[in-house]
Nanobody, 129 residues
C-alpha cells in the first residue's frame, strides 16, 4: 500500500513562488506515473503536471495554464515528488494533490484522475493579487 503526503503549500502574493513536496512510502516499483492535481473552489479537480518513469528516461507534461511556470521533478531515492511553482497567479489558488500509480509501463502521460491509484490529502495554495 502506497501512502502519499504533501507539504509546502501556503499563501503568497502574485508573482511569488512555492515548492510543493509529496513524500511517498510503500512503493514496490520504480516504474511509476505520478502527477499533481489541483482543485479550485467551485471547480472540478484538474491535472496540472504529470511525470512518468515507465522508461529509463523521465518524461513530463503540463497543463497549458502552467507551462513555463511550473516544473515537476522527482527524487527517486527519497520517493519524493516536487512541484516548483513560479510566477504564481491568483487563478493558481486551490488545494493541490499528488497522485501516483505503480507498475506503469506505457508511454502515455495522462492528466485525468482515472489511471491513478494513490492520492495524498492535499495542501492548500493561496495566491493573492
Amino acid at each position: 500500500q502506497v501512502t502519499l503526503a504533501e507539504s509546502g503549500g501556503g499563501s503568497v502574493q502574485a508573482g511569488g513562488s512555492l515548492n510543493l513536496s509529496c513524500t511517498g512510502s510503500g512503493y514496490t516499483s520504480v516504474r511509476r506515473l505520478m502527477a499533481w492535481f489541483r482543485q479550485s473552489p467551485g471547480k472540478e479537480r484538474e491535472g496540472v503536471a504529470v511525470l512518468s518513469t515507465a522508461n529509463t528516461d523521465v518524461t513530463t507534461d503540463y497543463a497549458d495554464s502552467v507551462k513555463g511556470r511550473f516544473t515537476i521533478t522527482q527524487d527517486i531515492n527519497s520517493n519524493t515528488l516536487y512541484l516548483q511553482m513560479n510566477d504564481l497567479k491568483p487563478e493558481d489558488t486551490g488545494t493541490y494533490y499528488c497522485a501516483a500509480r505503480q507498475h506503469w509501463y506505457v508511454t502515455q502521460l495522462p492528466m485525468t484522475e482515472s489511471p491513478f491509484t494513490y492520492w495524498g490529502q492535499g495542501t492548500q495554495v493561496t495566491v493573492s493579487s
